[in-house]
């Protein structure tokens, strides 16, 4: 049987502010939002939190991570490790989409697919991308639109690399064609059909998706581009693609190397896009947990690599309130409601009654992690793990 959950006199963001409330959790949802709440007797198992000096947010949302690594740009001894459970919840994240990157030779969308089953196993939820970075796109059926209509985790395709040297280089028409499969399967199976996009350096930066979108009636919105950080230049495209109604990603796992060179640090960049007067629901953060982070000399040679860290997700989210006082609402908004709309997961990223029970105490003089709960289930208390993966220790 499982415990009902009240928490009590917490400062609730939902993200919107709500003030001090009383949460109640039944099994995998949230059951109830409001004040002065008696529990009474009852032979239910029963656990009572004293919310008091916690702040209370939706458990975040990881719109891209590497879930069975990534990377091997250097050799197959480059490939990154996969994901363990820990990596997420420790870092607040119980909602996470996976996808494949560079490599779709050695990582496989049914390799992608298991580990997802894994981890919603061990206790978040998942969902994938069919495809990875090169058109035409590896499928399991042989179809982007079947892929997303038949397969349950599969929300959308990508992450479609272009303007990057790792890129197959596709065509506009074959970019358009990956849009409207994409689309067609999100229709009629009721999912986002969105298409993650990995931008690159390269000069052309967002016109492809321009190119592919001129002269049909396919949106900007249907493309989610990520990375849109990676240097100054590709920022300011993304900001002037925002204010054409697009949506655009930051991504939050860097380098010394890469910020040195030229890198709009993640919460700085939400900073920037905020005060520039774009909306919040267009502006997402995600991880790149579990990719290669690469570091390339300018004429292409590898010079470095590391691994991206699901964890730098609310690190970042948590910097740009203390350090680029950005609101509260509107840093936990990038996090939590803005991907789970973009991403039509209609069940996460609020707090509100009938949703899944997926939240995030944090403390409220340093707003660092105290308890995640996801599903209902309570899988970090006091910043330690309660619930670890089948392998780890």
Known sequence: MSTIFVIKNVEVFAPQPLGKQDIVIAGNKIIAIGQQFTTGSSDLPLTVIDGNGSIAVPGFVDSLVHFIGGGGEGGFATRTP??????????????????????????????????????????????????????????????????IILIDKFIGVGEIAI???????????????????????????????IVSVHMGTGERILQPIYDAVAGTELSLKQFYPTHMNRNG??????????????????????TEYDLAHGEVAAAAALAQALQAGISPMQLTLSSDGNASLPIYSNNGELLGLQVGQVSSLYQAARDAILTHKVSITDSICAITAAPAAILKLGQKGRLQPGLDADLVLLNRDDLTINQVFAMGKQLVVEGKATVKGMFER
């Open 233 to 254: 230049a590709v920022f300011k495209a993304g900001l002037a693609h925002a204010k054409q109604g697009g949506i655009i990603d930051f991504t939050t796992s860097t």
């Open 82 to 147: 996969e994901m363990q459970l820990t990596d997420a919840t420790l870092g607040g994240v119980t909602t996470a989409i996976g996808v494949l990157g560079t490599d779709a030779t050695t990582r496989t969308l049914t390799n992608l697919l298991a580990k997802a089953h894994a981890l919603q196993i061990e206790g978040i939820t998942t969902y994938c991308h069919t495809g990875s970075y090169q058109v035409p796109c590896r499928t399991l059926t042989g179809s982007i639109t079947d892929d």
């Open 163 to 193: 303007s990057d040297h790792r890129s197959s280089q596709p065509t506009s028409d074959e970019i358009r064609k990956v849009a409207a499969a994409a689309k067609v399967g999100g229709i009629l199976s009721g999912k986002a059909g």
